[in-house]
């Protein structure tokens, strides 16, 4: 392939040379810092942009070479080969396969284990971060991963700088003969330059798959007061219910609440939004009948980013009656059950427990 260009004043055109990757994490990095350059709606209709790339995630078979996201929730794996590397041609197709069936029935706490191992944020931070908007939906978010975690319903991406026919015709083949609940596509990202301008032309091996994603769990449910209520009192009796009250009422009073869309479990999330940042405290379920505590999230938003924060926080949680959470908790969500407040007592000491965390926020 020639490619030449030239400026609107000019009348010579110039021949771009074809400027060849000279190892395969020379790709890895350009993806990771520019993952929407692999257009995924090309790959599956209807699929939203990436937004994060997370690097040489290591699994039991091996690292895959980037795990990227979209807002909406969607898993690509992404593993990058030089068209001169010999496993492009059958070892690579194994090899994305094998990660695949790693992370097929993996829960989301799993997975936002090894994505926090890797980067030091929990998963949804980082998405959250990238989308840089407060009408997104974690709760929707963490759905919609644990969905594709349970059927495997990933996006498998090989990413070289120049297809071979091997590589195309199991491309081919699996996208045409195949009914897989995947979606799997070769991505060519070939390289240009001259020496002020360079030039990248990615090209999705078709034909694909293009049906958007199926939902495999119900639609999701947009909760209210009424409704989470009658759940909760259905499931755990009018004296959790009692409780749960207590904490809404405290929340609706210092600051904002939102309501869960889970398709099962409802829940509240009290949030404060303080010089840019939203801080969620915690959320409370009616099903599960217990708070999550959002120590990940705390991580990574002061005043709570300092660990001895953190530590004294789980400290004055771990003061009420029939709470215990472990030490190593503080990069997690451990959850105190809401039986476990229905001392009055209790209640209060939890209460006043976040008044001070609401006034550490507000203060840093």
Not at 84 to 110: D, H
Not at 190 to 215: A, D, H, N, Q, Y
């Amino acid at each position: 392939m020639r490619v030449l260009i030239r400026g609107q004043s000019e009348q010579q055109w110039k021949l771009i040379d074809l400027a060849a990757f000279n190892q395969e994490i020379e790709l890895q990095n350009l993806l990771a810092e520019s993952p929407s350059l692999i257009s995924l709606d090309e790959v599956r209709a209807g699929t939203s942009p990436l937004l994060i790339a997370v690097r040489e995630i290591t699994l039991p078979v091996g690292s895959v070479d980037l795990l990227g996201f979209t807002a909406e929730g969607d898993i690509a794996l992404i593993e990058c080969k030089l068209s001169s590397n010999p496993e492009i041609k059958r070892k690579v197709i194994g090899q994305i396969m094998e990660y695949a069936a790693y992370l097929w029935e993996m829960s989301y706490q799993e997975l936002d284990e090894i994505v926090l191992q890797r980067s030091d944020e929990n998963l949804a931070e980082l998405v959250r971060k990238a989308v840089h908007s407060t009408d997104w939906d974690e709760e929707e978010f963490r759905n919609n991963v644990e969905e594709s975690l349970a059927s495997g319903n990933f996006l498998l991406i090989i990413v070289v700088d120049e297809i071979n026919e091997d590589l195309a015709r199991v491309a081919r083949f699996i996208n045409i003969c195949g009914s897989p609940n995947f979606a799997f596509a070769a991505l060519e990202m070939r390289r240009f330059k001259t020496e002020k301008i360079e030039m990248l032309l990615p090209r999705v091996l078709g034909p694909l798959r293009m049906s958007k994603r199926t939902p495999v769990a119900p639609p999701a449910r947009q909760w209210d007061q009424s409704s989470y209520f009658r759940e909760l009192e259905r499931v755990h009796g009018e004296d959790a219910a009692r409780v749960a009250r207590r904490i809404l009422e405290w929340a609706q009073q210092k600051m904002q609440v939102r309501w869960g869309k889970g398709r099962v479990h409802g829940s509240f999330v009290p949030y404060l939004d303080h010089q840019g940042r939203r801080h969620q405290l915690f959320a409370v379920y009616n099903t599960f009948g217990f708070v999550e505590t959002y120590f990940d999230s705390f991580a990574s938003k002061p005043p709570f980013d300092a660990e001895e924060k953190r530590l004294e926080l789980l400290s004055r949680l771990n003061q009420i009656s029939d709470v215990n959470i472990p030490k190593d908790a503080i990069k997690r969500r451990p959850n105190i059950k809401i039986h476990a407040l229905l001392n009055e007592e209790s209640l209060e000491q939890f209460l006043l427990i976040y008044d001070w965390v609401v006034g550490e926020i507000l203060n840093s």
